[in-house]
């Protein structure tokens, strides 16, 4: 319980830090983002079914995989992704300009992320109107969108079959859909 309330007072801090100073805090809007990858080694969970009977769940064993880059703003209801066959700091800062054009104007996006490779220091330095704040190492729990991943798995990707690269990238984004 110290450790959580230390980090969310550094957390608030370092929150107050990166919003430029003409901007109130009535005009911030906090976004959490992450990336996760989808594929065809999926994930395979428990099914209904009638008493004495094993439905069986296919399991692939092919190597093609998607990155969804995703975030979302729940105090405003909005939610943006791109979908990727890699990730690096150039997607990343498409993603930060699908952010940055739905920030109204006179309001200015916080983006909460974790430390992965791509998410520089200078990855939002060409907007405005974003600022982003990196998490603690080793901390995914601080981050909602987490658990956004575990829910499309869960409901909208288990037990299935990708045919291919172009599979994922239509049911990833139709799992997406379904959550926004």
């Not at 079914?49 to 092919?62: D, E, H, I, K, L």
């Not at 299935?160 to 799992?175: K, L, P």
Request: aromatic fraction near 12%.
């Amino acid at each position: 319980a110290k450790r959580r309330k230390k980090l969310l007072k550094n957390f608030l801090l370092e929150t107050i830090r990166n919003i430029p100073g003409h901007i109130s805090l009535a005009q911030v809007d906090v976004w959490f983002q992450d990336e996760a990858r989808f594929g065809q080694q999926n994930t395979t969970t428990r099914l209904w079914a009638r008493r004495g009977t094993r439905p069986r769940a296919v399991r692939q064993q092919q190597f093609d995989y998607a990155y969804l880059f995703g975030s979302v703003c729940p105090s405003r209801g909005f939610g943006e992704a791109i979908v990727f066959p890699w990730v690096n700091k150039e997607i990343m800062i498409e993603h930060l300009k699908q952010i940055s054009r739905v920030t109204e104007k006179g309001r200015h996006a916080v983006v909460i992320m974790d430390g992965a490779g791509w998410h520089t220091d200078d990855v939002a330095n060409q907007f405005e109107n974003v600022s982003i704040i990196k998490l603690p190492p080793y901390s995914p729990e601080l981050n909602p969108i987490e658990q956004v991943w575990s829910w499309m798995r869960q409901h909208c990707l288990s037990n299935r079959v990708f045919s291919g690269y172009d599979d994922i990238v239509e049911q990833v984004s139709q799992a997406w859909n379904t959550f926004i």
